[in-house]
């Protein structure tokens, strides 16, 4: 095993009260791809910037490899002092390394590099920032929150990045299938403490069951241990008693064990406020269309949207998502065509602006509207500081100003707010962005089981199979000209619908074209008896290609065999990265020899006709 490039060991931090972090621990070996998960404000960032050196821990040692390179992308990275976004990220470049990987970097998330950084959205401040942590290539590789603000093609494109980058990753993420694909091992910061998985996230809830479930198991013994201690206390003979100090020593040590122990976060626990059913016809679009300038954002679309639904609205940064969605609810007027929206709507809004979050709030007068110390919450009165509890958050928190909450627990406090309003249309602009997993699994819970219609915006490819019933997405992904399509089910289920509309249209041109070969060759041997043959050249091609065909298959499957080894990256990432090459080589040239035999079989099929 590698020796390690950077450990942290009993990392002890507080901010006054309960420590945060407390006796957490973290190693990182070369080529490992660790994610570091746990519920919102369990130290993850703080762990993770302690480990880049930006945090000093109070108590613990932290070692770091004198020759290695740390790079630390943060979620408000700071742009002060730069004219040009190429500026800041060219000055994340140490000594030797390449500049021109600033500009590959740059024009594959959509930058030109000249870009006011002052003036950046939040999706192009997140590029940046990952332009800048990526073009060193360093020895680790600290993420955090890295997909937040992205759309889905950026995010495949930097999960095929980090695929293959030789860096050590230590990843936070909110994103599931992410999380699945570039994760080998995991870390579980809980209640101040750390576990490893050496597997990825897609084991870990699993793991993490076994292990409450075994704790909670370990807990009742220890009570029922406690039980006979203290009836051996009461009941056994007196001299016996005064001489076992040692015993007696033990049964106080357990009951301090016993009383110390810190269970698990709770979960929370809340429905959502639904109001009286709305119309079975919810929104009818017809022909709608709108533009700026020469620029069309939708062109001729239609939809209907009946009480129930669930429908997801995907498409990268500036396709015209929030346009289309303003046009559906009757925010915004379209240029052409009509929108009725249904009798009886009550629509409760999540913004993932968070612009309805005033940062001099305090939490239970933004819960309350500032009317008073109750909120109505399905038809029921409920003291704030309560309903706050469903919601983690603590009875010392109502006075608490929205600013110093987490994102986190923002996202939280805004569920908390949209839940109480009773409402039969639920609009949700990416509502899972800083969600903890236990949080997006009880939002999951509720979009699923939602009496009412939700329609919701999200880049979570696991959150949108998990819940939605269709899926609106632009006809033309690479670039976007204004045309939409609904396609039923989920992410995944549009994907092999995109892929299957592909197969048709491809099959149908080759259709044509053996058409197009089968009249050629009728009209030369018409004019030209005994010319319509198989050259020599096409007749070997023909009967070869089947033989180097079979044999590019078997290449194929023994690389994919030895990259099946789980560990193999850790063990030897210059032959993952040779073995990968030559699997998409061989890859692109058995689709190369496929299309070649079968244009040959159609054309030997038409000439002997």
Request: with cysteine; net charge negative; proline share 5%.
């Amino acid at each position: 095993m590698a020796p390690p490039i950077l450990k942290l060991d009993d990392i002890v931090l507080s901010f006054g009260g309960t420590p945060l972090l407390n006796g957490a621990n973290l190693q990182v070996e070369p080529g490992d791809r660790i994610c570091l998960v746990g519920r919102n404000g369990s130290g993850k960032s703080t762990l993770m910037k302690i480990a880049a050196g930006l945090v000093e821990a109070q108590s613990g040692e932290v070692f770091r490899h004198p020759s290695s390179t740390i790079r630390y992308l943060e979620q408000a990275p700071d742009f002060a002092g730069f004219a040009t976004v190429q500026a800041y990220a060219e000055a994340g470049l140490g000594p030797g390394d390449d500049p021109y990987r600033v500009t590959y970097l740059l024009s594959h998330l959509g930058l030109t590099g000249q870009e006011d950084p002052q003036s950046l959205s939040g999706g192009e401040a997140r590029r940046a920032a990952l332009a800048r942590v990526l073009a060193p290539e360093p020895d680790i590789l600290m993420l955090d929150e890295p997909t937040n603000h992205l759309d889905l093609p950026t995010i495949e494109w930097l999960e095929g990045e980090l695929q293959k980058t030789r860096s050590a990753l230590v990843l936070i993420s909110h994103d599931r299938r992410f999380l699945e694909k570039i994760s080998t091992a995991t870390v579980w910061l809980d209640r101040g403490t750390s576990r490893r998985l050496d597997r990825g996230f897609a084991h870990f809830e699993e793991w993490r069951d076994k292990v409450l479930e075994e704790e909670e198991v370990a807990q009742h013994k220890l009570g029922r241990a406690i039980e006979r201690e203290e009836h051996w206390l009461r009941y056994g003979v007196t001299a016996r008693r005064k001489r076992n100090m040692r015993r007696l020593g033990q049964l106080q040590q357990m009951r301090a064990d016993y009383r110390g122990h810190k269970g698990p976060q709770g979960t929370i626990s809340a429905t959502v406020s639904e109001g009286r059913d709305s119309g079975k016809l919810v929104i009818e679009a017809e022909k709608i269309t709108k533009s700026y300038g020469e620029r069309a954002i939708v062109q001729p679309f239609s939809l209907r949207v009946h009480r129930g639904d669930c429908i997801g609205l995907i498409g990268p940064n500036g396709a015209g998502k929030t346009t289309l969605l303003k046009m559906l609810t009757g925010q915004l007027d379209p240029d052409d065509g009509t929108i009725k929206l249904g009798t009886n709507l009550e629509i409760a809004v999540l913004d993932q602006k968070r612009e309805d979050l005033n940062p001099d709030d305090s939490l239970a007068h933004y819960l309350t509207d500032g009317r008073g110390e109750n909120l109505l919450v399905n038809g029921e009165q409920k003291h704030v500081t309560g309903y706050m509890k469903d919601f983690l958050f603590q009875p010392e928190q109502a006075r608490t100003p929205i600013r110093n909450l987490s994102g986190g627990e923002r996202a939280r406090l805004m569920l908390a707010r949209i839940m109480a309003k009773p409402s039969n249309l639920l609009i949700l602009d990416e509502p899972t962005n800083d969600l903890d997993i236990e949080t997006l699994d009880l939002l999951q819970e509720i979009v699923s089981g939602y009496s009412g219609t939700v329609i919701l915006v999200s880049h979570d490819r696991d959150f949108l199979d998990r819940t939605v019933t269709s899926t609106i997405a632009p006809a033309n992904p690479d670039a976007p000209d204004g045309r939409w399509i609904e396609y039923a089910g989920g992410y995944s289920d549009m994907l092999a619908q995109r892929k299957g509309a592909e197969d048709e249209r491809k099959r149908a041109e080759k259709a044509e074209k053996a058409k197009a070969t089968d009249a050629a060759p009728s009209q030369k041997t018409a004019g030209n008896p005994g010319k319509g043959k198989l050259s020599f050249k096409q007749k070997f091609a023909l009967e070869n290609l089947p033989k180097e065909m079979e044999k590019a298959e078997k290449e194929i499957a023994a690389r994919e065999a030895k990259m099946a080894d789980p560990m193999l990256f850790t063990k030897d990432a210059a032959t993952f990265h040779r073995l990968a090459g030559e699997l998409e080589a061989l890859r692109a040239d058995l689709s190369r020899m496929e299309e070649e035999w079968l244009e040959l079989e159609m054309l030997r099929e038409a000439l002997e006709g």
